[in-house]
């Protein structure tokens, strides 16, 4: 019975440490191109 047990824990243990899946980000930058002060910084810099 004791081994049952320590089977079921180490088959639980080992099913949550294969997840290694990593947080994936995106993003987004929104800019008017209408805007004096959006020209003169993109032709200044």
């Not at 080992?14 to 980000?25: F, K, V």
């Not at 930058?29 to 002060?37: G, K, R, T």
């Amino acid at each position: 019975m004791r081994n049952i047990i320590v089977s079921i824990v180490m088959l639980c243990l080992l099913m949550t440490g294969c997840n290694s899946r990593t947080p994936q980000y995106r993003i987004g930058v929104s800019q008017c191109l209408d805007d004096a002060w959006r020209q003169k910084m993109n032709y200044g810099a």
